[in-house]
């Protein structure tokens, strides 16, 4: 038998973390709900209000300029990307939500910092309400979790 390796995991402690929530305007109906439920899931596990900062764009294609400079800023733990894509009848979603995704990867990949993605890309607005607290939860809180899990990972791989 092998003697047990060494494992490093985050837990879902957000006390002394910093996050930006970066939300879009555009479809504010589905995008709302989603910070309710970011700000909700950091707060239940230990975010003070004073260290979450909500910063709004128009659009989920302008969220990778601005999640770069705040990456850059070093003042965060990690950013909670928060957004709607909903599909119409052009190509116009296919570009809006690749570009959003690579921008906001990049970011997190250049920066090292965690980037949370919560940007719903659904077919109608019937499927977005239903990930942004309806019937398949809330995916702005399951973002914010997944953001503060890695910025402890991250902390702890630190020296």
Do not use: W
Not at 12 to 36: C, G, K, Q, T, Y
Not at 98 to 114: F, K, N, T, Y
């Amino acid at each position: 038998m092998s003697p047990p390796i060494r494992t490093i995991e985050g837990d879902l402690l957000a006390r002394d973390l910093r996050f930006a929530i970066l939300a879009s305007r555009f479809n504010s109906l589905v995008v709302d709900r989603l910070i309710e439920g970011a700000v909700d899931a950091l707060l239940r596990h230990g975010a003070s209000e004073k260290s979450l900062e909500l910063v709004r764009v128009p659009g989920a294609f302008e969220m990778g300029n601005v999640a770069n400079r705040l990456a850059k800023s070093g003042r965060y733990s990690g950013i909670i990307a928060l957004g709607a894509v909903v599909e119409g009848d052009t190509a116009h979603f296919e570009f809006v939500a690749g570009q959003c995704a690579a921008g906001l990867a990049r970011v997190a990949h250049e920066h090292g910092v965690p980037v949370g993605f919560g940007v719903l890309t659904t077919s109608t607005m019937e499927q977005a309400l239903d990930r942004a607290g309806g019937k398949a939860g809330n995916k702005g809180a399951e973002a914010a979790l997944a953001v503060l899990e890695t910025a402890n990972v991250i902390k702890r791989l630190d020296p």
